[in-house]
């Protein structure tokens, strides 16, 4: 290999270091509070669709909610990070993978070692087709009859479990477990959180992963 082939291919995985840890600092400052959680649940603008389908990644949640169950599933995570809180330690995993031919990165979030958020996020998504098949897929799935719309609606199993999707610079899905629901609840009990919270708004089968 010529000098310049190799001095233009370290310069391209120079800058695929820069762009992942530019990704993960961002996301990283998204989670450094509490509030980026609860304020996923601020849904008083948005219409419930109940399923009577349990929503998948908590369907089987004595089984599938330790971390080492996602590593072995995915792989040694690209990033991982831990967060302190008082109400404990949140641990993150971060992972590039494939949902059907789709490019998404996911994020596990573990309070305690259990398991209490999952996210997708499509990157590749430019056009409202594209965004419509997963959309399809969830509505397939928990048996929604109506149209699902990003802004105007989430997904509501009846163990509380959420789907919460975020249509902005990113089409983003979150599965959000009860537990989230009630450590809101008691932290705005006992006056430890506000309702003040920032709006983030902002390798299988596609079928068997939303």
């Known amino acids: 290999m010529g000098i310049f082939k190799k001095l233009k291919k ?10 992942r840890d530019f990704y993960f600092e961002n996301i990283l400052n998204n989670y450094k509070h509490l509030d980026a959680y ?9 219409n419930k669709i109940t399923t009577t389908v349990p929503i998948a ?3 089987n949640y004595d089984l599938h909610n330790s971390k080492e169950y996602f590593i072995k599933k995915y792989g040694k995570p690209d990033h991982t ?15 590039r993978t494939h949902l059907s031919n789709q490019k998404v990165k ?14 997708y996020t499509f990157s590749h998504l430019d056009h409202n087709s594209e965004k419509q098949h997963p959309l399809d897929v969830l509505q397939q799935k928990y048996l929604v009859e109506k149209e699902i719309t990003p802004s105007d609606h989430y ?10 999707i975020m249509d902005s610079v990113e089409f983003k899905v979150y599965y959000l477990h ?25 390798e299988k089968n596609l079928f068997e992963e939303l």
């Open 155 to 164: 997904i509501e199993d009846p163990n509380k479990a959420k789907i919460v």
């Open 10 to 19: 370290a310069i391209s995985k120079n800058d695929n270091y820069l762009d």
């Open 106 to 119: 996911l994020e596990l979030h573990f309070l305690n070692k259990r398991l209490i958020m999952v996210s």
């Open 178 to 202: 009860n537990t989230l629901q009630e450590l809101m609840n008691s932290k705005l009990k006992k006056g430890i959180i506000s309702t003040n919270y920032p709006d983030i708004s902002d």
């Open 81 to 95: 990070a831990i967060n302190h809180f008082e109400i404990g330690k949140i641990k993150i995993l971060f992972y």
């Open 57 to 59: 990644y908590f369907s």
């Open 38 to 46: 609860f304020s996923l649940l601020r849904l008083e603008n948005k």
